[in-house]
T-cell receptor
Framework: GAGVSQSPSNKVTEKGKDVELRCDPI?????LYWYRQRLGQGLEFLIY????????KSGLPSDRFSAERTGESVSTLTIQRTQQEDSAVYLC????????????FGNGTRLTVT | KNQVEQSPQSLIILEGKNCTLQ??????????LRWYKQDTGRGPVSLTI?????NTKSNGRYTATLDADTKQSSLHITASQLSDSASYIC??????????????FGQGTTLQVKP
């Protein structure tokens, strides 16, 4: 079946603009995660959804970042008033839920803020 | 502090050779340890997941080991191929509340396999 799909694959935006990044998880996966990966760096946790609720938002770096999930499916990560330090690859992952289940990652959205 | 440290940071080997990547962690309480492979420009792909009671797990030419006493893991790649060139990421999950949101990621080891 289809894997995790993210769109757009690349996004170039001007400093100060808002951007929306989309994630379509694997159908039936209840857990959904967003991560940020700066160039040459490891993955940085942003937010975790179980169903449509987000029990862990502790990784969101500022109030400019927000995310929602609807229908226990699609998730959108929104960055308001983008800054150059927001430039990174934003990765989404989903899993079937049990703690030992593997994460299935999308290929990410590469965001460049000019 | 919950941390995952990987070594070496980067590694170059010749095609056909074996190699071993290391992961040390201080995450507690421990739930499981995962190895992921990340090709350039792609998302990570799961290789293995090991719980406390497992000390070895294989996936084709990849074999992961876990020593929960010393909090060390290794990933051994046998008979390397050019397609093994990638970043290998060690990830440790904490046990407890059931909230799996916080997986602790290592910085990765970048492996380059040369012909």
């Amino acid at each position: 079946g289809a894997g995790v799909s993210q769109s757009p694959s690349n996004k170039v935006t001007e400093k100060g603009k808002d951007v929306e990044l989309r994630c379509d998880p694997i159908s039936g996966h209840t857990a959904l995660y967003w991560y940020r990966q700066r160039l040459g760096q490891g993955l940085e946790f942003l937010i975790y959804f179980q169903g449509n609720s987000a029990p862990d938002k502790s990784g969101l770096p500022s109030d400019r970042f927000s995310a929602e999930r609807t229908g226990e499916s699609v998730s959108t990560l929104t960055i308001q008033r983008t800054q150059q330090e927001d430039s990174a690859v934003y990765l989404c992952a989903s899993s079937s839920g049990p703690i030992n289940s593997p994460l299935h990652f999308g290929n990410g959205t590469r965001l460049t803020v000019t | 502090k919950n941390q995952v440290e990987q070594s070496p940071q980067s590694l170059i080997i010749l095609e056909g050779k074996n190699c071993t990547l290391q992961c040390n962690y201080t995450v507690s309480p421990f739930s499981n340890l995962r190895w992921y492979k990340q090709d350039t420009g792609r998302g990570p792909v799961s290789l293995t997941i090991m719980t406390f009671s497992e000390n070895t797990k294989s996936n084709g030419r990849y074999t992961a080991t876990l020593d929960a006493d010393t909090k060390q893991s290794s990933l051994h790649i046998t008979a390397s191929q050019l397609s093994d060139s990638a970043s290998y990421i060690c990830v440790v999950s904490r046990n407890g509340s059931g909230n799996t949101g916080k997986l602790i990621f290592g910085q990765g080891t970048t492996l380059q396999v040369k012909p």
